[in-house]
């Protein structure tokens, strides 16, 4: 069977599964331009060599996941398939190889994204979205805890094999508020990787002051990505949400390179 190529954007923050234990959701465009969601992957017990970054092009044995109705959702063919590095694309020429792929389709209109999704004929389940407005970058508090439930499952599966530290759960929830191009207005949580690592990164700096943290975060996300860039939106659902929630995404992830305009501006 040939392997797949695929072009990863997005890696969500770990989350603890009863079934598979620590899990990442990783997602992409294979060559042609198609959106594909690979899961589960066990990342951070793959070897240092598998441990694939953002905008990694990798190849792997893919097959479709039977268990989940969304028509981008891939697994690897065991949980021991083995996942190749074999290029990845720089951010040269404000991210030019990069819009290639990610930018081929941009939805503005969040309304008719979710029909989409809604439309049990296309199912839309990923996307690339292009906020008119971005209105505010917030927290939330979550719960700072695994589940009882999600413990118990760690503590069952980990039982005969030895143990990686437990990945912390975020103590808040990170959300943006925009509108889109009709001036319909949406707050999204923000589930990248990058965000998390960012707020334990920012903590660690100012010796535990989540507030000072928070601020940093934010700074980030809004100051800069949101203000000074051209920032678009990985967008997601959710298995469970897909057909159930009135909007059922969820940013996975964001692209923000320089606007153009600049560019060509410190090129003269």
Known sequence: MALAKVFITVKTYPTISSKYDELVCTAGFREDGTWVRIYPVPFRKRSYTEQYKKYDWIELDLVKNTSDFRPESFRPSTLETVINVVGHIDTSRNWEERKKFCLSKIYYNLSELIAEAKDKNTGTSLAVFKPTEILDFYVEPADRE????????????????????????????????????????????????????????????????????????????FDDFAMTKDLHFYLGTTQKNHYVSYNPFMIIGTFHPKFESQMKLFSL
């Open 146 to 221: 695994w589940s009882p439930k999600q413990k118990a499952a760690l503590a069952q599966q980990n039982l005969f094999e030895t143990k990686l530290e437990v990945v912390k759960k975020l103590p808040y929830k990170f959300k943006f508020r925009f509108k889109d191009n009709q001036g319909k207005e949406s707050n999204m949580m923000v589930e990248d990787w990058e965000t998390g690592q960012l707020f334990w990164n920012c903590l660690s700096r100012h010796k535990g002051n989540e507030m000072k943290a928070i601020e940093d975060v934010r700074r980030k996300y």
